[in-house]
């Protein structure tokens, strides 16, 4: 039996826990408290956890099975298998992400020009709401590396009198045309360095040696912190690390069943496709060597970032986040290297959370998009929700619930093709690039209406590959159903109206 003492003692220890739970809890009752256990010791914390965001360029489905650290990530954390973007794209989908919404509300359609780009961004005040305002504002400190978004300029002062660092970041790191990985420049706080061509130059081993520093620093103050390394790789020319430059010889680009063979009933952009000649593959296969190559700094980054978070001793309290701004095609459909179709090749790409509160080893079919990192990084950190973003955050499905009234599509917006060489995304192999198009995306199929009138209805439950359009077949009345659908989502705004408009969808 128990002692007075001693039960005394542990009713005193249990007070003292509750408190200093109470303490570390976060303000005004909108933050997620996360239970964090300490190594030898019974009682737990509630924190704000720290955010780490991996955002990479381009980076398909079919490259996750070569990056090891990605794969231990998914399995102590939670995979979205119905992740979708707003445009396959890179700066139309990272604005929706910086902003939390479609493509028709932030104006970003294209990466450069009247309807898109960064000066388009920022002339349009932009950036003075976004997640990293959000963050910033509930007390954290943010830091930013790597590429933002097309046409930013490292040395551009933008009327400051000092190369533009744009707000909501308290470090900030970032390049403008360094898709080399070599000799480019960095706004380095509003101060610019150029970088060389020596192997410690490589562009996302710098960022990632510069995130650790700002980890540990940071968890050294005691404040909670976002982080967004966003990586030039694997994005064209593909230009790998030095020591991976000779890895996976004889590696070749997949031949799945849709590698050289455009969709039955194609529309018509893509039916009259030539088949892919000789050369086209195999520059194909040494191209997508390369884009295996390249990721491999980024897991190498991974797990460096991972270790610089344990020996901080904040791995416990830190949501560490992975994502790519678009996928990428490489003969399927007869399409040479490329991206800007709804097919799942390029819309369709990874979303791995792991952290406190979020489930091992899972994967979530619930359709997510990439409008919503902005709510679930304000939600995370306690953060208002922001009113004008589009999309919900994610944090009850990282709970492992799906609410029964969740969206059923995701809408895909994607206006005349990049036709500027100019243009890193610029297609030069090929006149099959589709024209503007919206479309849905459900957990079972995908809908896409051209501005020409035709369409594609792909089951992919059924087909998966996409290789049958059943446009063609559908009845009068679907087509309708589908396009009020579809109208709904493409000019709607705000978190109630779009996510109304997102369920109108069966």
Known sequence: MTSPPRRALSLLLAVVSLLATAACAPQNGRGVAFAVARPGRNESTSVRPNIVFVLTDDLSQNLVPYMPNLLALQREGTTFTNYTVTDSLCCPSRASMLKGQFPHNTGIYKNHGSD????????????????????????????????????????????????????????????????????????????????????TDYLTDVISAKASDFIATSAAEGKPFMVELSTYAPHSPYTPAPQDADSFPGLKA??????????????????????????????????????????????????????????????????????????????EYRLPSGKQTAFDTDVNVPLVMAGPGI???????????????????????????????????????????????????????HRDPATDPLDPDYTYDSPNIPPAYDALRTAQFTYVKYVDGSREYYDRTADPLQLRNLAGKLSPDRIAELDKALKGLTTCAGPEACWTAGRAVS
Do not use: C
Request: no cysteine; aromatic share 10%; proline share 7%.
């Open 254 to 331: 997949p031949r799945s069943a849709a590698y050289d063979k455009p969709p039955a009933d194609a529309p018509p952009w893509l039916k009259d496709v030539k088949p892919l000649t000789k050369a086209q593959k195999t520059r194909m296969d040494t191209e997508f060597r390369k884009r295996v190559q390249s990721i491999q700094s980024i897991d190498r980054m991974i797990g460096s970032l991972r270790a610089t978070l344990t020996k901080a001793g904040v791995a416990d309290r830190t949501v560490l986040v992975f994502a790519s701004d678009n996928g990428y095609h490489m003969g």
């Open 116 to 199: 898109g780009g960064f000066r388009l961004f920022y002339s349009r005040g932009a950036e003075k709401s976004t997640f990293a305002t959000d963050l910033q504002r509930a007390g954290y400190r943010t830091a930013f590396l790597g590429k933002y978004l097309n046409e930013y300029n490292a040395r551009n002062p933008l009327g400051t009198g000092k190369p533009y660092m744009p707000p909501g970041w308290d470090q900030w790191f970032a390049g403008g045309n360094a898709y080399h990985n070599f000799n480019y420049s960095l706004n380095e706080n509003n101060q610019v360095r150029d970088y060389g061509n020596k192997p």
């Open 359 to 413: 489930g091992a080893g899972r994967g979530i079919d619930a359709v997510v998009a990439n409008i919503d990192l902005r709510p679930t990084f304000a939600e995370l950190a306690g953060a208002p929700q922001p009113g004008e973003t589009d999309g919900r955050s994610l944090k009850p499905l990282l709970s492992g619930d799906t609410p029964a009234d969740w969206r059923t599509a995701a809408l895909i917006e």
